[in-house]
């Protein structure tokens, strides 16, 4: 639909490299009124006074007077209850968009974002009622005689199975009898969770506690088999070496450490990692953090690390942590599969609705990424091949043959030749970040994980049904 480009935005956050990104992508989006506010009280202030405002867009996370408070308070004063409100938060579970929903707000954009999915909350938050996208179902097509398998994923080394599987049928080393493969690559998680959530995919490689908490919130996936296990890396900033820390506790202490999404398990090894510490991570808001993590785009984080002193470290998946230590920006300090040996990470969930209508196709392929998962075990350089153009397609990402390579061989790294899914390790995640960390809903995983296909694939039957 038609919007108000000249329309005047009020930005809310308490974050300073937020705010800066806030104004850069609403620019890029093509609005060019925008005043920015460092937290709710301040956001009130400007309404008052600095107004009128068309538009709010607010942070969850602040001090003083939080996004919903905020959101809260517009909704009772007159003067400013008409104001549409698009909460942008890290608070990305389906329990906070329904909070936020339920106080009246009038979208919600989780962290990390870009200017197109800031625009189209922006779309959405002036479209009619009727208008506004909901979930929807799934019907899988058929061509040929074969379903179409369309596979959201991101660009990453987590997603190489599905990579080198694509490189093989598009040279025609492999044929599949019952689907066509189509993949979807995106950027970033939130537009995967939201395709795998309207139906736009057949499924996706999706981070596991993305995909648990769909599930939780009646979205109609099944969890078939592991994309990968480890993979990721937390990359300490080079101020630890130039500054006059006594130790790593002293270091971090107060800084920021920026992760890719609240739901992963970059938050979960983050935060068992600093609180081992000593030190007490968490989201702003929170009541006596003294360690801030803040959600940005994997990509970006290098970035913008080099340029705010306050960021101490990121954790995030291959190749990126490898390539920003190569590059002297930091050092690693840890693998994530040091962390936990052999945890899984992505997951390939896919819609019930497919499972249903061909699940012989989705043997078939389940067979194949099983297949191409091996293959990265056994032929590392011919992997790392296929990598380099999967992932870095347009050259943008200055990926070298030597990283991916480094990448695939690093001792803890990452591992695709047992991708079958353990409901334990799935258990153990969704324990510690329900129990200790406060996040997401409890959900029955075995109704969750369907291991019929990768009880075919990898020979190991029904007997390891309970073993895994």
């Known amino acids: 639909m038609s919007i108000d480009m000249d329309m005047n935005i009020l930005a809310v956050d308490d974050s300073g490299t937020m705010r800066v990104m806030f104004r850069q992508y609403l620019e890029k989006a093509g609005f060019t009124r925008i005043t920015l506010a460092v937290n709710g009280l301040d956001a009130l202030d400007k309404l008052e006074n600095e107004g009128p405002f068309d538009l709010i867009i607010s942070d969850w996370n ?9 959101l809260i308070e517009v909704r009772k004063r007159e003067a400013f209850k008409h104001i549409p409100l698009i909460m942008a938060t890290a608070q990305g579970d389906k329990t906070q968009q329904e909070t936020a929903r339920n106080a009246g707000s009038n979208g919600h954009v989780p962290k990390p974002f870009d200017e197109v999915e800031l625009k189209s909350a922006i779309e959405k938050a002036f479209s009619p009622k009727e208008e506004i996208h909901t979930a929807g179902s799934y019907t899988p097509e058929t061509r040929d005689g074969k379903v179409v398998i ?11 199975a599905l990579g080198i599987l694509k490189h093989w049928i598009d040279k025609g080393e492999v044929n599949p009898d019952r689907f066509i493969l189509e993949t979807e690559r995106l950027p970033g ?13 057949s499924g996706a490689l999706v981070l596991a506690p993305i995909a648990m908490d ?37 270091f971090y202490k107060y800084k920021v450490v920026n992760i890719p999404h ?66 002297g920006l930091g050092s690693m300090e840890f693998a994530s599969g040091s962390m936990w040996p052999d945890h899984p990470c992505c997951v390939v969930a896919l819609r019930q ?16 990424l099983v297949k191409a998962g091996r293959f990265v ?51 153990t995640i969704q324990n510690y970040m329900y129990h200790d960390m406060g996040i ?24 390891a049904s309970g073993a895994a």
């Not at 990721?232 to 790593?248: M, N």
């Open 150 to 160: 369309r596979l959201g994923h991101i660009q990453i080394t987590d997603h190489l």
């Open 214 to 250: 769909l599930f939780a919130y009646n979205v109609p996936i099944r969890l078939v088999l592991f994309a990968h296990k480890n993979g990721s890396g937390f990359v300490r900033s080079s101020r630890y070496e130039e500054g006059p820390y006594t130790d790593k506790e002293s």
């Open 262 to 327: 609240k739901m992963s398990i970059h938050n979960m090894l983050a935060h068992k990692y600093l609180t081992g510490l000593g030190l007490k991570p968490g989201v702003p808001g929170q009541k006596a953090i003294n360690v801030r993590f803040e959600v940005v785009p994997p990509v970006k984080m290098p970035p913008i690390m080099k340029e705010d002193e306050s960021v101490g470290g990121f954790i995030v998946a291959e190749p990126i942590c490898t390539r920003a230590a190569s590059s």
């Open 62 to 70: 602040m001090p003083k007077m939080d996004g919903l408070e905020l």
């Open 377 to 427: 075990s056994e032929d590392r350089k011919g992997a790392a091949e296929i990598a380099l153009s999967f992932l870095d397609p347009e050259g943008k990402m200055g990926l070298s043959l030597p990283v991916l390579l480094q990448v695939l061989s690093q001792k803890n790294g990452i591992t695709m030749n047992d991708l079958y899914p353990s409901i334990e390790d799935l258990e």
């Open 440 to 463: 997401g809903k409890l959900i029955d995983l075995n109704k969750f994980v369907d291991r019929r296909f990768a009880d075919k694939a990898t020979g190991r039957g029904a007997a």
């Open 353 to 368: 609705e497919l499972i249903n209508a061909a699940p012989d196709a989705v043997q078939e392929l389940t067979d194949l």
């Open 189 to 201: 998680w939130n537009p995967v969770q939201e395709k795998l959530e309207n139906g736009d995919v």
